[in-house]
């Protein structure tokens, strides 16, 4: 594997050459692909380098910008398949978010009685300072209006998997982390309409409710099935049973929808009532899916370690039909977008960290936080721009955004591991063993 590493880096460096003569003499044909040849080949190349390796998967979602950029039509339509239909982006996020869930416990939320100060002062800094910056920063670069929505939008959203990453890569408080995460994912579906209504509803129309729902969906639903599967690995056998008669309730529900029933609801009941009826069903499909793979898992102890490649997959498709969809709008703004995304993210980080210290946290806690707040929830966004229809506009940012977060992550928590917290090493060992 070394071997074919250290080629690429070699056709890299080939790859490199070609692009900056298509360049000079202008030819499409020749600095197109070439740039394409030299994302993939840096991607792979990287690994045989070793202070690079934590950053292959950066790499790889850059290879989907670079691809993206340069054949968006080839990443628009499979066949007779469009890429950006709602129903398959809701499906891919739920995937993304319940690969999320996989490396979640319900026992995360046992930390709240431990470190209920930091989760307070980290959802307050969560949902304060990042959709504040997002909306100051659409006011100083004048984006266009669903633009300037989207960047507000990825700053209203939880925080991701990522954090907990970056976290544990930096060794500081990660019980801490991983409650905050948790929480703000609970809080989500009421605090990101919310702020989305207050914030950006003069740029595009918000509809709270809406809204709230399909980050139900997209986010709740999944993770409730991960969870699911996280009780029955503990549950007693009667416990497991019930669950399982339950399950194949939903399963006769689920059919009784497609053969009729659904059609009668929806001539039936009122539009606030069939949206009701709609998370009914999801949480019923929900159900039936966490059961499911509880049995697979049963079966094959090892599959929980693949999702999150799942996980991996969902968010560089994200990606890459974003950014072929919006490729003309990234040719005028791209340039603005990152600048705004080194900022947002930097701001995170800069203002996470030291209001932890104005309110008192210790060090390793308050760069807990640093990472909470700069790091969002990029999968999250891109599915709630998709479900909007306006993944090339509204979901421009989170495609942006996610490759800088990732980069940026990376390098201070390494930063961060080679300056431990003096006298923190027993907390860090105390932490870890709270996740155990």
């Known amino acids: 594997?070394?071997?074919?590493?250290?080629?690429?880096?070699?056709i890299s460096a080939l790859s490199l050459i070609i692009l900056l003569i298509g360049l000079v003499i202008g030819n499409p044909q020749l600095w197109m692909p070439a740039s394409v040849c030299l994302a993939v080949s840096l991607a792979i190349g990287i690994g045989a380098v070793a202070s690079l390796k934590n950053y292959q998967y950066t790499a790889w979602i850059i290879v989907a910008v670079v691809a993206a950029m340069a054949y968006p039509n080839a990443f628009l339509k499979l066949g007779p398949i469009d890429l950006r239909n709602k129903w398959l982006i809701l499906a891919i996020v739920q995937m993304v978010m319940f690969g999320m869930g996989i490396q979640m416990s319900i026992r995360d939320f046992s930390g709240l009685a431990t470190t209920g100060k930091g989760v307070l002062i980290g959802l307050f800094c969560h949902f304060s300072i990042m959709p504040l910056m997002g909306f100051m920063l659409t006011r100083i670069f004048h984006f266009d209006p669903e633009i300037a929505a989207?960047?507000?939008?990825?700053?209203?959203c939880s925080s991701g998997l990522a954090s907990n990453v970056m976290v544990y890569l930096a060794r500081a408080n990660l019980a801490l982390s991983v409650t905050v995460t948790a929480m703000a994912t609970l809080v989500a579906p009421f605090l990101t309409p919310l702020l989305m209504r207050l914030l950006a509803?003069?740029?595009?129309?918000?509809?709270?409710?809406?809204?709230?729902?399909?980050?139900?969906?997209?986010?709740?639903?999944?993770?409730?099935?991960?969870?699911?599967?996280?009780?029955?690995?503990r549950a007693s056998a009667i416990g497991k049973r019930n669950t399982y008669t339950i399950a194949?309730?939903?399963?006769?529900?689920?059919?009784?929808?497609?053969?009729?029933?659904?059609?009668?609801?929806?001539?039936?009941?009122?539009?606030?009532?069939?949206?009701?009826?709609?998370?009914?069903?999801?949480?019923?499909?929900?159900?039936?899916?966490?059961?499911?793979y509880h049995l697979l898992y049963s079966r094959n102890k090892n599959i929980d370690k693949y999702i999150p490649y799942l996980s991996m997959f969902g968010i560089v498709y994200f990606t890459t039909v974003t950014t072929a969809a919006g490729r003309n709008n990234l040719l005028n703004v791209?340039?603005?977008?990152?600048?705004?995304?080194?900022?947002?993210?930097?701001?995170?980080?800069?203002f996470g960290y030291w209001l932890s210290r104005l309110f008192k946290l210790d060090k390793s806690s308050a760069r807990t936080i640093a990472?909470?707040?700069?790091?969002?929830?990029?999968?999250?966004?891109?599915?709630?721009?998709?479900?909007?229809?306006?993944?090339?506009?509204?979901?421009?940012?989170?495609?942006?955004?996610s490759p800088w977060m990732n980069i940026s992550g990376s390098i201070l928590a390494?930063?961060?591991r080679r300056h431990p917290v003096e006298n923190g090493n027993d907390k860090i060992i105390q932490n870890h063993d709270n996740l155990n």
């Open 1 to 10: 594997m070394k071997r074919l590493q250290q080629f690429c880096l070699v």
């Open 150 to 156: 989207g960047i507000i939008l990825i700053g209203s």
């Open 201 to 233: 509803g003069t740029l595009i129309e918000v509809k709270f409710i809406s809204m709230m729902m399909e980050i139900i969906k997209i986010v709740i639903v999944p993770i409730g099935a991960a969870f699911l599967h996280d009780y029955l690995k």
């Open 248 to 292: 194949v309730t939903c399963v006769l529900w689920l059919a009784g929808q497609a053969l009729g029933v659904w059609s009668w609801l929806s001539f039936n009941l009122t539009p606030n009532a069939l949206q009701s009826a709609q998370i009914f069903n999801f949480f019923t499909g929900a159900f039936v899916a966490g059961s499911a």
């Open 334 to 350: 791209g340039l603005l977008l990152f600048m705004a995304s080194v900022i947002h993210n930097g701001a995170g980080y800069f």
């Open 371 to 401: 990472f909470e707040v700069g790091l969002q929830n990029g999968g999250m966004a891109s599915g709630l721009a998709g479900t909007m229809g306006k993944l090339a506009t509204v979901g421009l940012a989170s495609a942006v955004f």
């Open 414 to 416: 390494n930063y961060w």
